[in-house]
């Protein structure tokens, strides 16, 4: 229990900032195949509603199993691929359903109260080209924690026949493809009520004018959502954006197209089909450390006495040897009070500070929240 | 949206105080935490990634790296900026020469903690029963043998047992009267220390003949540190005429069984020998932690004649038109007289409608700061309707 106080003065207490990053690499085994045979897999969870699949990193059955990602699908009330007809697409209400509660979420409304569709560039005031079906990929929060650091998103997917979509060169190189929010640090999109957000460019790939990175999805990085359009998928003379040797788009299951598959079979069916394609994700996420660090000044004057029992021995001063010595103490903890001297916090030294009228030392306590 | 305050009344503050219960069997280099085996992945023996020269017995405490092989597992990094931030792990000197500004420092996950078994010889070096003398000594009160030098033997020179537990097992204290250490030989239980009185002393129970009744022989084998969580265990009799290499190095000659022995293969500390089997011993220790859980509990009253109107357009008939004939100056807002309010006062009668009341449906709560923030919801399970006539309070608890 203290019985001298020291007051802070303004000058005394700052706040700071620290950015703390975790890696996070996720492989396509992680995602497909290690747990079970492909689709099923005791780390993959469909669910009755049928909305959306979710992905863990050990069998979910299991309490040491994390949650992942979840992944869905869905595209807009005006695609071409939204039909009335409940006979030819499978769950399409759910699909437009999904893709306007993400847009709503994500890209807000316009002044006439409509939602806003996932643009391509961000720009929306200039409108531009819509993505109006997609995959949406929602990371949790314990491995995007605050944000996805920007510019650290890389996908590699598959590219090859579907029975082997990481073997075969369908595009220059390896044959996969890299979609990366490339330079995002330096430029990205604040119009989202969900926070920021960055485009995503595929590393190969052409549109109809020649070689380039062509835009293919949406980062939201406090929201720690991907959305990535369809036209990945699609060879450029289909009106996507893959350079295919073959001329061949990335087939789903049974050989379908994208189209197909996102029509014609479940969300979690269009989940595998993801899946199947994905050799690995990793980015990585950042956390706020907000610190508040109060200088404590201590000086010639101060503290050079005690009031612990154990000062004293006899009613004379232990550490003192003779009586014309300076008062000496040792400062083992600093105790922060409020302004009605409850006390707060303690602060405790690792080693013992020797104190006397000699000399004066400042004592920084950082409190991290 | 109305907004009321709490008076004095409606915002009460407790603290719940929990007991779990921890316990820790130990057997042949392994330590089984709370009765939970360690789960086999496809890429690693242990998934949680924990080992240590004992298998078992931790916990992890971002439990991130689930099953994965060593070259993609997930660790943290910070940048070096002008705030100087580091890792605890790196020294002072590696950073100021080892890194260069903007550059990155990398850490590594899982981050651990287990208990830890120290034994010392009579006379050994014990800078760790130094260190808590001060805490042994202060405890004198409540017995006699936690003193440092005591009757009860000299803690700085006698063979003693030191059982370190982290914190993260018991929370802030260990519970009085609930520890007990239990000795095993090929399974039968040879005797058992527990702190009966709840004076931090670890009195022998044996086991009577009939193999069943447990009666205290009364002998004090240890004190337990109850804030600190620690278990100095000193008792050097033996408990049995079994034999088994105790002692370290592993050539001398096979020794009774003494609680000083105890845990013997479960140690990641030091002073045994690592690496060695005890294939007749085994040792269990349960206590129980304490836990304090603040709570918040709020009342919010909803009264008679207040919150009988919403402002959720489906409050209004479908069809309504309201944006366009309400009139809002400067001084007023005058409500669209074509915008009714729905009736959903029901009728006694078949096909009759009931006469017009103000109800509305209460499903959610929300609590503002001072700013008018919206900083916290509380979601009803079911939504409660609100008639004029009606007087309810909603009781909020947040517990953290």
């Not at chain 2, 219960?21 to 935490?33: A, G, K, L, P, W």
């Not at chain 2, 003494?258 to 030091?270: E, K, L, M």
Request: aromatic share 12%; charged share 15%; net charge neutral.
């Amino acid at each position: 229990m203290a019985t001298t106080y020291k007051t802070f003065l303004n000058n005394d207490i700052t706040s700071t900032k620290t950015l703390l990053h975790e890696s996070i690499p996720l492989t396509g085994a992680l995602v497909s195949g290690t747990y079970g045979t492909y689709p099923s897999g005791s780390n993959i969870k469909n669910y009755a509603h049928g909305m959306f699949q979710s992905v863990y990193d050990y069998p979910y059955l299991s309490s040491s199993a994390n949650h992942i990602f979840d992944i869905t699908c869905g595209y807009a009330p005006n695609s071409p691929l939204s039909s009335s007809d409940s006979n030819i697409s499978v769950q399409n209400a759910k699909k437009i359903n999904i893709y306007n509660q993400m847009a709503q979420v994500l890209m807000g409304y316009d002044a006439t109260g409509s939602i806003l569709r996932f643009d391509e560039d961000g720009n929306i005031t200039d409108g531009g080209t819509k993505i109006d079906s997609g995959y949406f990929l929602n990371f949790s929060r314990l491995l995007s924690k605050d944000e996805i650091k920007k510019g650290s998103f890389t996908m590699k997917i598959g590219t090859g026949s579907w029975a082997s979509p990481m073997s075969t060169a369908n595009v220059a190189g390896d044959g996969r493809v890299t979609i990366a929010d490339t330079n995002a640090q330096n430029d990205y999109r604040v119009n989202s009520p969900a926070g920021e957000y960055g485009i995503l460019s595929m590393s190969v790939g052409y549109d109809t004018e020649g070689p380039v990175t062509p835009k293919v999805g949406l980062i939201f990085y406090q929201a720690g959502i991907i959305f990535l359009s369809s036209s990945v998928f699609f060879r450029t003379s289909q009106g996507g954006v893959l350079q295919s040797n073959a001329d061949t788009d990335m087939t789903m299951a049974g050989n379908n197209n994208i189209t197909a598959s996102f029509t014609g079979s479940l969300i979690q069916d269009a989940a595998n089909n993801l899946r199947h394609r994905i050799d690995n994700i990793s980015f990585n996420n950042t956390t706020e450390l907000n610190s508040t660090i109060h200088f404590c000044r201590i000086n010639h004057n101060d503290f050079n006495y005690s009031s612990n029992p154990t000062y004293l021995s006899q009613s004379k001063i232990v550490v003192k040897n003779n009586t014309q010595d300076a008062p000496v103490s040792y400062i083992t903890t600093v105790g922060l009070y409020s302004a009605d001297n409850e006390l707060l916090a303690v602060a405790k030294l690792s080693e013992a500070l020797k104190k006397d009228p000699t000399n004066e030392m400042t004592v920084r306590v950082r409190l991290d929240y | 949206m109305s907004t009321y305050k709490f008076s004095p009344n409606d915002i009460f503050y407790n603290r719940i105080k929990t007991f779990p219960e921890v316990s820790f069997y130990i057997y042949d280099r392994r330590v089984i935490y709370n009765n939970k085996g360690v789960s086999a992945g496809q890429f690693v023996s242990n998934v949680t990634q924990m080992t240590g020269p004992v298998t078992g017995g931790f916990i992890s405490l971002y439990e991130l790296n689930v099953d994965r092989p060593s070259d993609s597992l997930i660790y943290p990094f910070v940048t070096k900026d002008g705030s100087l931030t580091a890792f605890k792990t790196i020294s002072t000197t590696a950073f100021n020469s080892d890194f260069a500004y903007g550059e990155q420092i990398n850490g590594s996950y899982p981050l651990t903690a287990s208990i830890s078994l120290d034994r010392y010889q009579a006379d050994q070096s014990r800078p760790k029963i130094q260190a808590l003398k001060t805490a042994l000594n202060s405890y004198q009160n409540l017995s006699y043998a936690y003193a440092y030098n005591s009757d009860f033997g000299n803690k700085a020179t006698q063979e003693m047992r030191l059982i370190s537990i982290p914190s993260i097992f018991y929370g802030s204290s260990i519970k009085k009267g609930s520890v007990s250490l239990k000795f095993y030989i090929t399974g039968t239980l040879i005797g058992e220390l527990k702190d009966d009185k709840m004076n931090g002393e670890l009195r022998q129970f044996a086991t009577s003949s009939d193999g069943v009744t447990i009666t205290q022989s009364g002998s004090i084998a240890g004190v337990v540190l109850y804030n600190e969580g620690f278990v100095i265990l000193t008792g050097s009799w033996p408990l049995s005429s079994h034999t088994e290499k105790y002692l370290c190095p592993r050539s001398a000659t096979p020794g009774k069984p003494r609680w000083i022995d105890f845990g013997y293969t479960g140690s990641n500390g030091s002073g045994d020998c690592l690496n060695v089997n005890l294939p007749s011993s085994s040792f269990s220790m349960i206590f129980s932690g304490t836990n304090y859980v603040p709570t918040l509990t709020m009342l919010a009253h909803a009264s008679k004649g207040e919150l009988n109107h919403s402002n959720n357009p489906t409050y209004k008939q479908y069809g309504s038109v309201i944006s366009q004939t309400s009139s809002i100056g400067t001084t007023q807002f005058v409500e669209s007289i074509r915008a009714p309010i729905v009736n959903v006062a029901s009728s006694s009668f078949v096909s009759s409608s009931a006469d017009f009341q103000k109800i509305t449906f209460i499903d959610q709560i929300g609590i503002y700061d001072d700013d008018k923030n919206l900083i916290a919801i509380a979601k009803l399970a079911n939504p409660i309707r609100k008639r004029e006539m009606d007087d309810y309070t909603f009781k909020l608890k947040l517990d953290f």
